[in-house]
Protein backbone atom coordinates (compact mmCIF):
# COMPACT_ATOMS: atom_id res chain seq x y z
CA UNK A 1 0.00 0.00 0.00
CA UNK A 2 1.17 3.04 -1.02
CA UNK A 3 2.35 5.90 1.26
CA UNK A 4 1.11 9.79 0.66
CA UNK A 5 3.36 11.70 -0.20
CA UNK A 6 4.30 14.56 2.30
CA UNK A 7 3.50 18.26 0.53
CA UNK A 8 7.03 20.15 0.04
CA UNK A 9 6.55 23.22 2.06
CA UNK A 10 6.14 26.21 -0.34
CA UNK A 11 8.38 28.92 -0.68
CA UNK A 12 6.22 32.56 0.12
CA UNK A 13 7.66 36.10 -0.26
CA UNK A 14 6.88 39.80 0.80
CA UNK A 15 6.03 41.14 -3.07
CA UNK A 16 5.71 45.15 -1.21
CA UNK A 17 8.48 47.39 -1.48
CA UNK A 18 10.85 47.00 1.55
CA UNK A 19 14.12 47.94 2.55
CA UNK A 20 15.15 44.12 2.08
CA UNK A 21 14.06 41.81 -0.35
CA UNK A 22 13.82 38.25 1.44
CA UNK A 23 12.36 35.23 1.19
CA UNK A 24 9.99 34.95 4.71
CA UNK A 25 8.51 31.37 4.58
CA UNK A 26 11.81 29.37 3.79
CA UNK A 27 14.06 30.57 5.93
CA UNK A 28 11.48 31.61 8.93
CA UNK A 29 9.16 28.88 8.84
CA UNK A 30 10.90 25.86 6.77
CA UNK A 31 14.55 26.05 8.42
CA UNK A 32 12.73 26.73 11.35
CA UNK A 33 10.27 23.53 12.15
CA UNK A 34 7.41 24.32 9.12
CA UNK A 35 6.57 20.62 8.91
CA UNK A 36 7.71 19.86 12.78
CA UNK A 37 10.20 18.84 14.61
CA UNK A 38 11.74 15.70 13.51
CA UNK A 39 10.18 15.97 10.43
CA UNK A 40 11.58 19.65 9.80
CA UNK A 41 14.94 18.12 10.35
CA UNK A 42 14.46 15.11 8.48
CA UNK A 43 13.66 17.36 5.55
CA UNK A 44 16.87 19.61 5.64
CA UNK A 45 18.95 16.09 6.06
CA UNK A 46 17.85 15.05 3.03
CA UNK A 47 17.89 18.23 1.17
CA UNK A 48 20.91 17.85 -1.46
CA UNK A 49 20.93 21.43 -3.00
CA UNK A 50 20.27 24.81 -2.31
CA UNK A 51 17.03 25.27 -4.16
CA UNK A 52 15.66 21.98 -2.06
CA UNK A 53 16.14 24.39 1.19
CA UNK A 54 14.04 27.20 -0.66
CA UNK A 55 17.16 29.38 -1.43
CA UNK A 56 19.04 30.62 -4.45
CA UNK A 57 19.96 27.71 -6.59
CA UNK A 58 22.98 28.81 -7.80
CA UNK A 59 25.97 26.52 -7.24
CA UNK A 60 27.75 27.34 -3.63
CA UNK A 61 30.80 29.34 -3.82
CA UNK A 62 33.41 29.28 -1.15
CA UNK A 63 32.93 31.72 1.97
CA UNK A 64 29.09 32.53 0.89
CA UNK A 65 25.89 31.10 1.56
CA UNK A 66 24.63 28.62 3.83
CA UNK A 67 27.24 25.85 3.03
CA UNK A 68 30.59 27.33 3.87
CA UNK A 69 29.40 30.71 5.14
CA UNK A 70 32.08 33.63 5.98
CA UNK A 71 30.88 33.96 9.40
CA UNK A 72 32.18 30.74 10.80
CA UNK A 73 35.57 32.05 10.35
CA UNK A 74 35.58 35.11 12.00
CA UNK A 75 35.80 36.43 15.71
CA UNK A 76 32.50 37.70 16.31
CA UNK A 77 32.05 40.43 18.77
CA UNK A 78 32.85 40.68 22.26
CA UNK A 79 29.97 40.40 25.33
CA UNK A 80 27.87 43.05 25.70
CA UNK A 81 28.98 44.82 22.52
CA UNK A 82 25.19 46.42 22.53
CA UNK A 83 24.27 46.47 26.09
CA UNK A 84 20.51 47.01 25.23
CA UNK A 85 19.54 44.28 22.54
CA UNK A 86 18.36 44.53 19.32
CA UNK A 87 17.26 42.93 16.44
CA UNK A 88 19.59 41.85 13.72
CA UNK A 89 20.26 44.30 10.68
CA UNK A 90 18.74 41.29 8.58
CA UNK A 91 15.05 42.37 10.23
CA UNK A 92 15.33 46.13 9.49
CA UNK A 93 12.29 45.94 7.63
CA UNK A 94 10.07 44.41 10.25
CA UNK A 95 9.24 47.77 11.68
CA UNK A 96 6.10 50.05 12.18
CA UNK A 97 4.91 52.06 9.40
CA UNK A 98 2.80 55.07 8.69
CA UNK A 99 0.40 55.26 6.11
CA UNK A 100 1.36 58.56 3.77
CA UNK A 101 -1.51 61.10 3.92
CA UNK A 102 -3.50 59.22 6.90
CA UNK A 103 -3.14 62.67 8.76
CA UNK A 104 -2.40 65.58 8.57
CA UNK A 105 0.35 66.08 11.06
CA UNK A 106 2.47 63.69 12.70
CA UNK A 107 2.14 64.60 15.93
CA UNK A 108 -1.89 63.30 15.68
CA UNK A 109 -1.69 59.61 14.00
CA UNK A 110 -1.17 56.61 14.24
CA UNK A 111 2.46 53.84 13.41
CA UNK A 112 1.04 50.48 12.47
CA UNK A 113 2.01 46.91 13.68
CA UNK A 114 3.61 44.74 11.12
CA UNK A 115 1.14 42.06 12.17
CA UNK A 116 2.55 39.62 9.25
CA UNK A 117 6.11 39.41 10.22
CA UNK A 118 5.24 38.07 14.24
CA UNK A 119 4.94 35.11 15.53
CA UNK A 120 2.73 33.89 18.75
CA UNK A 121 0.75 36.53 20.49
CA UNK A 122 2.67 39.28 22.06
CA UNK A 123 3.75 42.20 20.01
CA UNK A 124 7.58 43.22 20.78
CA UNK A 125 7.62 46.77 22.66
CA UNK A 126 9.37 48.70 19.93
CA UNK A 127 6.63 47.14 17.38
CA UNK A 128 3.51 48.10 19.47
CA UNK A 129 1.21 49.98 17.78
CA UNK A 130 1.79 53.97 18.54
CA UNK A 131 -1.20 56.79 18.58
CA UNK A 132 -0.98 59.44 19.16
CA UNK A 133 -3.30 62.54 19.65
CA UNK A 134 -0.61 66.11 20.29
CA UNK A 135 2.78 64.25 19.92
CA UNK A 136 4.89 62.39 21.95
CA UNK A 137 5.35 63.11 25.84
CA UNK A 138 9.10 62.61 27.24
CA UNK A 139 8.26 62.67 30.94
CA UNK A 140 10.58 62.23 33.75
CA UNK A 141 9.01 59.70 35.98
CA UNK A 142 10.60 61.40 39.37
CA UNK A 143 8.46 64.88 38.08
CA UNK A 144 5.78 62.40 37.42
CA UNK A 145 2.81 62.74 39.57
CA UNK A 146 -1.23 60.53 39.49
CA UNK A 147 -3.96 62.26 41.18
CA UNK A 148 -7.50 60.37 42.37
CA UNK A 149 -9.94 62.65 43.44
CA UNK A 150 -13.13 63.61 42.85
CA UNK A 151 -16.01 61.16 45.10
CA UNK A 152 -13.61 59.51 47.16
CA UNK A 153 -13.13 59.87 50.83
CA UNK A 154 -9.41 60.78 50.54
CA UNK A 155 -8.12 62.39 47.63
CA UNK A 156 -4.46 61.15 46.73
CA UNK A 157 -1.99 62.05 44.75
CA UNK A 158 0.68 59.33 44.15
CA UNK A 159 4.61 59.43 42.93
CA UNK A 160 5.59 56.60 40.47
CA UNK A 161 7.25 55.63 44.02
CA UNK A 162 4.35 55.03 45.64
CA UNK A 163 2.88 53.10 42.69
CA UNK A 164 5.57 50.41 42.32
CA UNK A 165 5.79 49.68 46.13
CA UNK A 166 1.94 48.67 45.71
CA UNK A 167 2.11 44.58 45.08
CA UNK A 168 1.90 44.44 41.31
CA UNK A 169 -0.18 42.44 39.11
CA UNK A 170 1.12 40.89 35.42
CA UNK A 171 -1.40 40.00 32.92
CA UNK A 172 -1.64 39.63 28.75
CA UNK A 173 -4.16 41.78 27.24
CA UNK A 174 -4.22 43.01 23.74
CA UNK A 175 -4.66 46.86 22.59
CA UNK A 176 -7.04 47.95 19.53
CA UNK A 177 -7.35 51.16 18.42
CA UNK A 178 -11.20 52.15 18.02
CA UNK A 179 -10.40 53.50 14.11
CA UNK A 180 -8.76 50.00 13.57
CA UNK A 181 -9.62 48.79 9.67
CA UNK A 182 -11.30 52.15 9.59
CA UNK A 183 -10.09 52.64 5.97
CA UNK A 184 -11.81 49.43 4.76
CA UNK A 185 -15.45 50.96 6.13
CA UNK A 186 -16.50 51.97 1.85
CA UNK A 187 -14.54 50.34 0.14
CA UNK A 188 -10.56 48.45 -0.50
CA UNK A 189 -8.44 51.30 0.78
CA UNK A 190 -4.84 49.33 1.50
CA UNK A 191 -3.25 46.66 0.34
CA UNK A 192 -1.42 44.88 3.41
CA UNK A 193 -2.84 43.57 6.91
CA UNK A 194 -0.13 46.01 8.60
CA UNK A 195 -2.50 48.77 7.23
CA UNK A 196 -5.89 47.06 7.49
CA UNK A 197 -5.10 45.29 11.05
CA UNK A 198 -2.00 46.91 12.21
CA UNK A 199 -3.67 49.18 14.91
CA UNK A 200 -3.24 45.81 17.42
CA UNK A 201 -0.96 44.73 19.31
CA UNK A 202 -0.62 42.28 22.86
CA UNK A 203 1.55 42.37 25.55
CA UNK A 204 1.94 41.15 29.08
CA UNK A 205 1.33 44.60 31.24
CA UNK A 206 2.22 44.87 34.86
CA UNK A 207 0.83 47.76 37.47
CA UNK A 208 -1.13 47.72 40.03
CA UNK A 209 -5.28 46.85 39.50
CA UNK A 210 -7.36 50.42 39.43
CA UNK A 211 -9.62 49.24 42.23
CA UNK A 212 -6.56 48.98 44.95
CA UNK A 213 -5.98 52.53 44.12
CA UNK A 214 -9.72 53.45 44.33
CA UNK A 215 -10.44 51.43 47.39
CA UNK A 216 -7.25 53.09 49.53
CA UNK A 217 -8.98 55.94 48.29
CA UNK A 218 -12.26 55.19 49.88
CA UNK A 219 -14.26 55.39 47.26
CA UNK A 220 -17.86 56.69 47.41
CA UNK A 221 -20.04 53.08 45.46
CA UNK A 222 -23.56 55.67 46.74
CA UNK A 223 -21.97 58.01 44.16
CA UNK A 224 -19.51 56.08 41.73
CA UNK A 225 -20.84 55.81 37.91
CA UNK A 226 -17.70 56.45 35.96
CA UNK A 227 -14.16 57.83 36.15
CA UNK A 228 -12.64 60.16 33.82
CA UNK A 229 -8.72 59.23 32.97
CA UNK A 230 -6.37 62.48 31.77
CA UNK A 231 -3.23 61.85 30.13
CA UNK A 232 -0.22 64.46 30.81
CA UNK A 233 0.62 64.79 27.01
CA UNK A 234 0.02 68.18 25.38
CA UNK A 235 -3.28 67.10 24.15
CA UNK A 236 -4.06 66.69 27.97
CA UNK A 237 -6.30 63.64 26.39
CA UNK A 238 -9.56 62.65 28.24
CA UNK A 239 -11.87 59.34 28.25
CA UNK A 240 -14.76 58.59 30.40
CA UNK A 241 -15.19 54.16 31.90
CA UNK A 242 -17.77 52.87 33.61
CA UNK A 243 -17.13 52.05 37.02
CA UNK A 244 -17.85 48.42 36.53
CA UNK A 245 -14.98 48.51 34.26
CA UNK A 246 -12.71 50.29 36.33
CA UNK A 247 -13.61 47.94 39.10
CA UNK A 248 -13.07 44.47 37.14
CA UNK A 249 -10.14 44.34 35.39
CA UNK A 250 -8.75 47.71 34.85
CA UNK A 251 -5.19 48.35 35.78
CA UNK A 252 -2.79 50.94 36.53
CA UNK A 253 0.14 50.00 34.36
CA UNK A 254 3.91 50.76 34.76
CA UNK A 255 5.83 47.92 32.70
CA UNK A 256 5.29 46.19 29.13
CA UNK A 257 6.62 42.87 28.68
CA UNK A 258 9.05 42.74 31.41
CA UNK A 259 10.43 46.23 31.21
CA UNK A 260 9.06 50.06 31.72
CA UNK A 261 6.38 51.24 28.93
CA UNK A 262 8.12 53.28 26.08
CA UNK A 263 7.54 56.78 25.72
CA UNK A 264 5.36 55.96 22.84
CA UNK A 265 3.02 53.44 24.81
CA UNK A 266 2.83 55.94 27.57
CA UNK A 267 5.88 56.16 30.02
CA UNK A 268 6.57 56.31 32.62
CA UNK A 269 2.48 55.46 33.55
CA UNK A 270 -1.18 54.41 31.70
CA UNK A 271 -4.25 53.30 32.03
CA UNK A 272 -4.81 49.69 31.01
CA UNK A 273 -8.88 48.83 30.19
CA UNK A 274 -9.00 45.42 28.39
CA UNK A 275 -11.27 44.62 25.55
CA UNK A 276 -12.02 48.43 24.94
CA UNK A 277 -11.04 50.52 22.59
CA UNK A 278 -7.58 52.00 22.67
CA UNK A 279 -8.33 55.51 23.75
CA UNK A 280 -9.65 54.36 27.16
CA UNK A 281 -5.87 53.42 27.56
CA UNK A 282 -5.32 56.83 28.30
CA UNK A 283 -1.25 56.95 28.46
CA UNK A 284 1.13 59.42 30.38
CA UNK A 285 -1.89 58.85 32.81
CA UNK A 286 -1.96 61.86 35.65
CA UNK A 287 -5.62 62.26 36.97
CA UNK A 288 -8.26 59.95 37.51
CA UNK A 289 -11.08 61.55 39.13
CA UNK A 290 -14.35 59.43 39.94
CA UNK A 291 -18.05 61.05 39.15
CA UNK A 292 -21.32 60.05 39.06
CA UNK A 293 -22.16 60.67 35.30
CA UNK A 294 -20.12 60.75 31.73
CA UNK A 295 -18.11 63.62 30.91
CA UNK A 296 -18.71 63.97 27.15
CA UNK A 297 -15.11 65.64 26.78
CA UNK A 298 -14.23 66.40 23.25
CA UNK A 299 -12.83 63.10 21.98
CA UNK A 300 -16.34 61.64 22.88
CA UNK A 301 -18.47 63.91 20.71
CA UNK A 302 -16.37 65.22 18.15
CA UNK A 303 -14.87 61.81 17.60
CA UNK A 304 -14.98 58.09 18.57
CA UNK A 305 -18.36 58.33 18.23
CA UNK A 306 -20.08 55.39 15.32
CA UNK A 307 -22.03 57.23 12.41
CA UNK A 308 -25.32 55.44 11.93
CA UNK A 309 -27.22 55.55 8.53
CA UNK A 310 -29.93 57.57 9.74
CA UNK A 311 -27.87 60.15 10.58
CA UNK A 312 -27.34 59.77 14.65
CA UNK A 313 -23.86 59.37 16.71
CA UNK A 314 -24.06 56.69 18.66
CA UNK A 315 -21.81 57.39 21.61
CA UNK A 316 -19.75 55.60 24.54
CA UNK A 317 -19.31 52.30 22.70
CA UNK A 318 -16.02 51.19 24.39
CA UNK A 319 -16.37 46.93 23.56
CA UNK A 320 -14.12 45.72 20.49
CA UNK A 321 -16.22 42.86 19.75
CA UNK A 322 -14.77 39.80 18.36
CA UNK A 323 -12.46 40.26 15.44
CA UNK A 324 -10.00 37.97 13.60
CA UNK A 325 -7.43 38.27 10.12
CA UNK A 326 -5.39 35.99 7.95
CA UNK A 327 -1.68 37.41 8.79
CA UNK A 328 -0.18 34.60 6.39
CA UNK A 329 -0.44 34.15 3.30
CA UNK A 330 -2.11 38.19 3.20
CA UNK A 331 -1.78 41.37 1.14
CA UNK A 332 1.52 42.06 -0.65
CA UNK A 333 3.16 38.01 -0.12
CA UNK A 334 3.17 36.09 -3.07
CA UNK A 335 3.03 32.01 -2.73
CA UNK A 336 5.58 30.82 -5.20
CA UNK A 337 5.14 27.03 -5.31
CA UNK A 338 1.62 25.43 -6.97
CA UNK A 339 1.32 22.40 -4.71
CA UNK A 340 3.54 23.24 -1.75
CA UNK A 341 2.08 23.47 1.80
CA UNK A 342 1.16 27.07 3.10
CA UNK A 343 0.25 26.69 6.99
CA UNK A 344 -2.82 29.55 7.15
CA UNK A 345 -2.20 31.29 10.30
CA UNK A 346 -3.77 34.62 11.86
CA UNK A 347 -4.94 36.10 15.23
CA UNK A 348 -8.32 36.07 16.85
CA UNK A 349 -9.89 38.44 19.42
CA UNK A 350 -12.60 39.47 21.65
CA UNK A 351 -12.94 42.72 23.84
CA UNK A 352 -15.92 40.44 25.59
CA UNK A 353 -13.34 37.05 26.82
CA UNK A 354 -11.89 34.51 25.15
CA UNK A 355 -11.88 33.33 21.97
CA UNK A 356 -14.03 29.85 21.52
CA UNK A 357 -13.02 28.78 17.99
CA UNK A 358 -11.40 30.14 14.42
CA UNK A 359 -13.04 28.66 11.33
CA UNK A 360 -11.21 29.21 8.15
CA UNK A 361 -12.56 29.36 4.50
CA UNK A 362 -10.27 29.17 1.73
CA UNK A 363 -13.51 29.54 -1.33
CA UNK A 364 -14.96 32.94 0.29
CA UNK A 365 -17.06 31.46 2.52
CA UNK A 366 -18.88 28.74 1.48
CA UNK A 367 -16.91 26.10 2.85
CA UNK A 368 -15.67 26.69 6.65
CA UNK A 369 -12.65 24.55 8.35
CA UNK A 370 -12.17 24.54 11.98
CA UNK A 371 -8.31 25.94 12.57
CA UNK A 372 -6.30 24.93 15.25
CA UNK A 373 -6.01 27.10 18.19
CA UNK A 374 -2.44 27.73 19.72
CA UNK A 375 -2.14 27.57 23.37
CA UNK A 376 -2.35 29.78 25.63
CA UNK A 377 -5.82 31.45 25.38
CA UNK A 378 -6.09 34.68 27.49
CA UNK A 379 -9.20 36.02 28.12
CA UNK A 380 -9.46 40.07 26.06
CA UNK A 381 -5.76 39.17 24.65
CA UNK A 382 -5.10 37.84 20.95
CA UNK A 383 -5.19 34.24 20.22
CA UNK A 384 -2.80 32.44 17.32
CA UNK A 385 -4.37 30.14 14.89
CA UNK A 386 -3.43 27.68 12.39
CA UNK A 387 -4.71 26.10 9.61
CA UNK A 388 -2.83 23.55 7.06
CA UNK A 389 -3.46 24.26 3.62
CA UNK A 390 -1.92 23.33 0.71
CA UNK A 391 -2.53 25.38 -2.46
CA UNK A 392 -3.35 23.49 -5.76
CA UNK A 393 -2.20 26.62 -7.94
CA UNK A 394 -5.90 28.18 -8.27
CA UNK A 395 -7.44 31.07 -7.34
CA UNK A 396 -8.99 31.53 -3.56
CA UNK A 397 -10.75 33.34 -1.12
CA UNK A 398 -9.15 33.18 2.06
CA UNK A 399 -11.18 34.43 5.22
CA UNK A 400 -11.06 33.78 8.90
CA UNK A 401 -14.28 33.29 11.33
CA UNK A 402 -13.81 33.92 15.06
CA UNK A 403 -16.74 33.13 17.93
CA UNK A 404 -16.03 34.13 21.16
CA UNK A 405 -17.09 32.21 24.69
CA UNK A 406 -20.08 34.45 24.17
CA UNK A 407 -21.14 33.31 21.30
CA UNK A 408 -20.65 36.18 19.20
CA UNK A 409 -19.98 35.55 15.37
CA UNK A 410 -17.31 37.81 13.66
CA UNK A 411 -19.98 39.30 11.12
CA UNK A 412 -19.42 39.84 7.22
CA UNK A 413 -18.70 43.11 5.77
CA UNK A 414 -22.42 42.95 4.47
CA UNK A 415 -23.82 42.18 7.63
CA UNK A 416 -21.96 45.05 9.19
CA UNK A 417 -22.92 47.79 6.76
CA UNK A 418 -26.55 46.28 6.87
CA UNK A 419 -26.92 47.84 10.49
CA UNK A 420 -24.20 50.52 10.44
CA UNK A 421 -23.94 51.60 6.67
CA UNK A 422 -20.57 52.83 4.74
CA UNK A 423 -19.90 56.58 6.78
CA UNK A 424 -18.68 54.63 10.06
CA UNK A 425 -15.41 55.23 11.08
CA UNK A 426 -15.03 53.32 13.84
CA UNK A 427 -15.76 49.63 15.42
CA UNK A 428 -15.51 47.86 11.85
CA UNK A 429 -14.80 44.01 12.71
CA UNK A 430 -15.89 42.44 9.83
CA UNK A 431 -14.27 39.29 8.26
CA UNK A 432 -11.10 39.88 6.25
CA UNK A 433 -11.15 38.65 2.84
CA UNK A 434 -7.33 38.20 0.27
CA UNK A 435 -7.78 36.90 -3.01
CA UNK A 436 -5.15 34.51 -3.93
CA UNK A 437 -4.19 34.81 -7.57
CA UNK A 438 -3.15 32.07 -9.86
CA UNK A 439 0.44 33.89 -9.89
CA UNK A 440 0.33 33.27 -6.22
CA UNK A 441 -0.31 37.46 -5.75
CA UNK A 442 -2.49 37.78 -2.25
CA UNK A 443 -4.64 40.96 -2.43
CA UNK A 444 -6.76 42.59 -0.22
CA UNK A 445 -10.74 42.53 -1.43
CA UNK A 446 -14.08 42.66 -0.31
CA UNK A 447 -17.08 39.85 -1.13
Sequence with gaps: MSQEKTPKPGRLIDSTPAPQSRLILPRRKVLTGLVGGAAGAAMLSKATNASELGVSGEAPVKGQGPFDPSWTRVLGKGVNSSPYGKPSPFESNV??????????????SVAFTPLQNLFGIITPNGLHFERNHNGLAEIDPSQHRLMIHGFVRTPKIYTMDDLLRF????????????????????NVAVPTVQYTHGMLSCAEYTGVPLSTLLEACGIDMSKAKY????????????????????????????????????????????????????????????????????????????????????????????IQEAKSVITSPSGGQQLLDKGGYYPITGLAWSGRGRVKHVDVSIDGGINWQRATLQEPIHTKALTRFHLDFVWDGSPKLLQSRVTDETGYVQPKMRQLRE????????????????????DGKVHNVQV
Excluded at 95 to 108: A, D, E, N, W, Y
Excluded at 171 to 181: D, L, M
Excluded at 241 to 257: C, H, K, R, T
Design 419 to 438: VRGTRSTYHNNAIQTWRLDA
Design 167 to 186: RSVSRVHFIEGGANSAMEWG
Design 95 to 108: VRRISPGLTPTPQS
Design 227 to 318: ILAEGADAASLTRTIPIEFALNDVMVVYGQNGEMLRPENGYPLRLLVPGVQGISNVKWLRRIEVGDQPWSTREENLQYSDLMPDGTSRKYTW
